[in-house]
């Protein structure tokens, strides 16, 4: 099957041809561009998947592109202006139904057949005689994932991809450091369950648009109920999902998702972008993505890079330069395009004149609202602790930026302490992504603030933070939530970066040895170092640090009773301190400051 290109303006029809004219002798055998639907895509299992087939004018071979997607080929053609900008760069564009959704054959299993499937798909491009065997891909969230779980099959004529805003391991994205991410049960219902019900003939919402009008009857009782196995709306359009819950964060089982220490497995060309506002992924994803392929290549960044914005999740947040309500002016925004295309004219096609990153590593640093590059992530800075000194519902601790200051005479205990309530768990300010002026937060009883004095200079925090702090409770497993913001002199207090980054259960503190459950008094530490922003606090802000068990309903509560709440319902309160002792017990925040007097800084692309 064909469709027709009437839908494109003159303009890109013009840019096609142009890009054939410009690359390949006229040929009369055709005379326009070339899109084909229902292509079909054999796997080695015999398994068969549907694409459409986007060509320039002209008989090739081509260097290829190839997208692959469970929200639908179409509606990605449809809706997404690159695939149309990559055949008038004189691209060949397989544009792929991931294994079971839409036109595709096959079971839908979220991420578990991607590797094997997307290598199919690659080699079976570099087969195709319009293909001239240079394999490219590219994609933004799950069709980001995909791209890297190929990859880590060791595809032979994989020579470059970007993979935006998406994963490095199941430990940050089905869990968060041990906390479950209840964002999945949207997903599904909002994004997949639709196409599972016409396919199985279930009764229920068949279009995404119905389905997200369906949720705001259905939100409360999705989000609350408890066990999180008991969600019966799950069982006929996603049975995986509940499969995922019997599965603890240790588990083996979740190895299809892990790509730490895989990275030597592809020699390609590697893109890693993100936003620091990316709820769905976050920038941990990109970062730790980078940094383990620059290791696996004997640390040098060659055909490795990073780009992270301001963004909240999304292709269109790239072109925005608002993040939920902070603003970061023109700067922020980005042709993403045109960024990807410049990326695969060098990697792909070879083109020496091709337009790329000046450098490894650039990043949006926000409050300065300027691009910064550097040559390795993170970029060198100076790691600064402060110290918290006592705080009590209501009223605020402080940061102390002296290391050498006492808190308190040795052997004296002292401790910050609130009491969390499941029933009554610490709410996301916003149901939208993005930074959120989060005041209020500090007038919760189960919420500790510290805040630094009021800055005398202009100050860069750029890089990976930490939270080192001790911990006891009277209870056998707790979550830390350890949030940074930045408190403008009129109150005005913006979250920084994603949530999901911040937050370790405390019967994973140490992941190695699988889960650990608390003795009731006993002081651990408990350090949070998946932490990362770029942000500059101007003279007159504050620096805020606020301690909580829960940030609902993005992410699950901790039951306090030992038991997962994957399995269990039974909760109980618990009294949450965090120490201060001079001695042994130093709770402290560990912030990388940047000397701006050396960094440079670039403008827009």
């Not at 590697?270 to 290791?295: I, Q």
């Not at 040559?375 to 601790?397: I, M, V």
């Not at 979250?495 to 259960?505: K, Y």
Request: hydrophobic residues 40%.
């Amino acid at each position: 099957m064909r469709r027709d290109f009437s839908r494109l303006s003159p303009a890109v029809l013009a840019a096609l041809a142009l890009a054939w004219l410009g690359s390949c002798a006229p040929s009369s055998s055709s005379s326009a561009p070339s899109h084909e639907v229902d292509v079909v895509i054999p796997m080695r299992d015999g398994v068969v998947l549907r694409a459409e087939l986007l060509r320039p004018i002209g008989p090739g071979p081509f260097p290829t592109l190839v997208y692959r997607t469970p929200y639908g080929a179409d509606a990605a053609v449809d809706d997404h202006t690159t695939f149309e900008r990559a055949v008038a760069r004189g691209y060949a564009v397989v544009v792929q139904d991931v294994r079971g959704r839409y036109r595709s054959d096959g079971e839908f299993r979220p991420y578990e057949n991607e590797g094997k499937d997307g290598y199919d798909t690659i080699e079976w491009a570099a087969r195709q005689p319009w293909s001239d065997g240079n394999i490219g891909t590219f994609g933004l969230s799950y069709p980001g994932a995909v791209q890297w779980l190929a990859a880590v099959e060791s595809p032979p004529h994989l020579k470059a991809m970007v993979p935006a805003m998406t994963f490095s391991t199941p430990q940050n994205f089905f869990y968060s450091w041990g906390v479950w991410d209840l964002s999945w049960s949207y997903w599904i219902w909002a994004n997949i369950a639709p196409d599972t019900r016409v396919k199985r003939n279930l009764p229920g919402p068949r279009t995404e648009e119905e389905a997200r009008a369906s949720w705001t009857q259905l939100e409360s009782r999705m989000q609350d109920t408890l066990p999180l196995s008991a969600l019966d709306d799950m069982r006929d359009v996603a049975p995986y999902y509940l499969e995922w819950l019997r599965h603890p964060p240790e588990d083996p089982f979740w190895s299809f998702a892990e790509l730490r220490g895989r990275y030597g497995a592809t020699d390609a060309a590697v893109l890693n972008l993100s936003g620091w506002h990316d709820d769905n992924y976050g920038p941990e994803g990109a970062t730790t993505n980078f940094r383990g392929l620059v290791d696996a290549r004997g640390g040098q960044p060659a055909r490795a890079a990073l780009l992270i914005g301001p963004w909240v999740h999304g292709v269109d947040a790239t072109a925005r330069t608002r993040s939920g309500e902070r603003e970061f002016g023109p700067a922020a925004a980005i042709d993403y395009d045109a960024v990807i295309l410049d990326w695969m004219d060098r990697h792909v096609r070879g083109l020496p004149t091709a337009t790329g990153l000046a450098s490894p590593v650039r990043y949006f640093v926000m409050g300065a609202n300027h691009w910064a590059t550097a040559e390795s992530w993170p970029p060198p800075a100076r790691p600064t602790p402060y110290l918290l000194t006592p705080a009590a519902p209501g009223r605020a601790g402080t940061l102390v930026g002296d290391e050498s200051r006492p808190l308190a005479a040795s052997g004296t205990v002292v401790v910050s302490e609130f009491v969390s309530d499941p029933d009554d768990p610490v709410r996301n300010v916003s149901d939208r992504a993005g930074a959120h002026d989060s005041r209020t937060l500090v007038e919760r009883p189960d919420v500790l603030t510290f805040d630094s004095a009021p800055l005398e200079a202009d100050t860069e925090v750029t890089g990976h933070i930490r939270a080192e702090l001790f911990v006891s409770c009277d209870c056998r497993d707790t979550d830390i939530w350890a949030r940074l913001f930045d408190v403008a002199p009129d109150g005005t207090a913006f979250n920084l970066m994603s949530p999901g980054l911040d937050v370790l259960r405390a019967s994973y503190r140490e992941p190695g040895k699988g889960r650990q459950l608390l003795e009731p008094g006993q002081v651990y530490a408990l350090r949070l170092d998946k932490l990362v922003t770029s942000n500059v606090f101007k003279r007159g802000h504050r620096i805020r640090l606020q301690i909580s068990t829960t940030l609902f309903p993005n992410f699950s509560r901790n039951l306090h009773t030992g038991e997962m709440e994957t399995v269990s319902a039974r909760r109980q309160k618990a009294t949450i301190r965090i120490h201060h002792d001079a001695a042994a017990h130093q709770s402290r925040l560990v912030l990388p400051l940047m000397d701006t007097n050396t960094r440079q800084e670039t403008g827009t692309k």
